[in-house]
């Protein structure tokens, strides 16, 4: 749904009469037009799954990262503009760094991500600068806590989730998700999953090659946040299109 | 003896002292004696308390000058509070300490003075830590300090065992102060002890001449 704002969208200090910010709506249209980004909570771990679009064959393989860690604890998946999403990515780690030096321990992640989506939501405040046009998805484990799930959007607000998705096939992301038992299932299952949900969003016929970036943590890796090993990650490739071709093959028998 | 006397003199009132944390099973005791002193020489107050209640399950005891003491722990209990706050729920025994330390540290050239922090909190159940004076942090089982602990440091290592029972660590505990109050000249009056558990906060005060006696006829 677009509307035009017409003279009441030059600022993010200006509200339309209908009640709008326009700026910080336009912010959330430059997500939707990037790449899919997803993250999923499940019993003992969260898994991040980032299609990450290749725009040309001269790239580095595993060059343009989406996914951050953010403190030893908390990995943070991004969806809009790049620049954007790694200056918050350094906001998230200072405001870790800093608590762990006032206090101690690791960051709760509802907190950090509090503090963050203040930050942003600082940006969407003033007409001397623009919002951020990014969102992200953090999620970290605890041995008490345990998984948590937290996404920050440009407008500065922050949720808990069990399973959400940002950028362009998010729509069609969370139908998928929303299929998935994810509070009984555990990391390792969950990886696959997340691999075949990437595969089915991923449009064939608008964008190319891609390359899927996955990350988790949990009991699996003791807490820590760190990229999918290669082997479980071609595992899961291998499964997602496998599932995907399966799908293909029941269509045409269905004719 | 100069040194002493100038020490006094820009130090103010300081409290030589006995301080000690044990942990026993589900929970903690902290407790001190009760005497401030000028110089070593006059006793201005019997009656101190040196255990300062920062939240509702964390207390500190303190030992060097009071006045730091007191400016410190005034601090750390704001910012406690407002951490606490802001979490939406009871902060960390280590929470409470690391906000200590970061005052002793960062002030070390103007303050002389030390804590031991001691609580109970849902993670991880009754914790002890020491913040020493430069800023130094210490996890502990249980830890004894100010200026009376000299004397009782093989008491306390002889006798502490891990997993006591209440009665016996308020025990051990009682014996601890009354015998550094017998020995040092600084430390004196009557002996405070809190027990903190997950249900509440203890406190006991034992009057000097009902502390238990040691061949002091």
């Known amino acids: 749904m677009s509307s035009i704002g017409t003279g009441y969208d030059l600022s993010a200090s200006t509200f339309s009469p209908d009640g709008r910010v326009f700026q910080v709506e336009y912010a959330m249209k430059a997500v939707e037009n990037s790449s899919t980004a997803i993250g999923i909570r499940c019993k003992d771990g969260v898994v991040f799954g980032v299609e990450k679009l290749i725009l040309s064959k001269l790239y580095e393989q595993g060059s343009n990262k989406r996914i951050f860690n953010v403190d030893r604890h908390v990995g943070m998946a991004v969806a809009g503009l790049l620049a954007d999403a790694r200056s918050l990515s350094e906001v998230a780690r200072e405001e870790a760094s800093n608590f762990r030096s006032n206090y101690g321990h690791n960051i709760p992640l509802k907190y950090l991500s509090e503090r963050v989506a203040m930050y942003v939501h600082a940006y969407t405040l003033y007409s001397a600068v623009r919002p951020f046009g990014c969102s992200f998805i953090l999620g970290s484990y605890d041995q008490d806590d345990g998984p948590q799930l937290y996404m920050v959007d440009p407008s500065g607000i922050s949720f808990g989730y069990w399973g959400c998705a940002i950028g362009k096939a998010k729509q069609a992301a969370k139908t998928e998700i929303e299929k998935l038992q994810m509070k009984d299932m555990t990391c390792r299952e969950l990886v696959k999953e997340v691999a075949k949900i990437i595969y089915i969003v991923h449009d064939e016929v608008k964008d190319k090659a891609f390359e899927l970036e996955l990350s988790w943590v949990g009991e699996v890796t003791n807490g820590k946040h760190e990229l999918v090993p290669k082997d479980i990650r071609v595992e899961a490739e291998k499964y997602a299109k496998d599932s995907l071709e399966e799908e293909d093959d029941s269509e045409e028998d269905n004719m | ?217």
Not at chain 2, 59 to 72: E, K, N, P, R, T
Not at chain 2, 152 to 174: H, N, V
């Open chain 2, 1 to 217: 003896m100069e040194r002493h006397f100038m020490d006094s003199q820009t130090k103010g009132v300081s409290t030589g002292t006995t301080i000690l944390a044990v942990t026993f099973n589900g929970g903690v005791i902290i407790g001190s004696d009760s005497r401030a002193s000028i110089g070593g020489y006059y006793v201005s107050s019997k009656t101190i308390n040196k255990l300062i209640q920062v939240h509702d399950r964390i207390f500190c005891c303190i030992a060097g000058s009071l006045a730091d003491a007191q400016a410190v722990t005034k601090a750390a209990k704001f910012q406690i509070s407002f951490h606490s706050i802001q979490m939406e729920s009871p902060p960390l025994v280590k929470a409470a300490a690391s906000v200590l330390k970061e005052l002793c540290y960062n002030n070390k050239e103007e303050l002389q003075a030390g804590f031991i922090t001691a609580g109970w909190d849902r993670k991880k159940g009754p914790q002890v830590y020491t913040v020493a004076l430069g800023g130094m942090l210490l996890s502990q089982p249980f830890t004894i300090g100010g200026s009376g602990s000299t004397y009782i440091y093989g008491y306390a290592d002889a006798k502490y065992k891990p997993d006591m029972s209440k009665e016996e660590c308020l025990q051990f505990a009682t014996n601890a102060l009354a015998l550094a109050m017998g020995r040092d000249n600084v430390s004196g009056g009557v002996a405070h002890l809190v027990v903190i558990t997950e249900e509440g906060v203890e406190h006991i005060v034992i009057p000097g001449d009902k502390l238990p006696k040691f061949h002091d006829e």
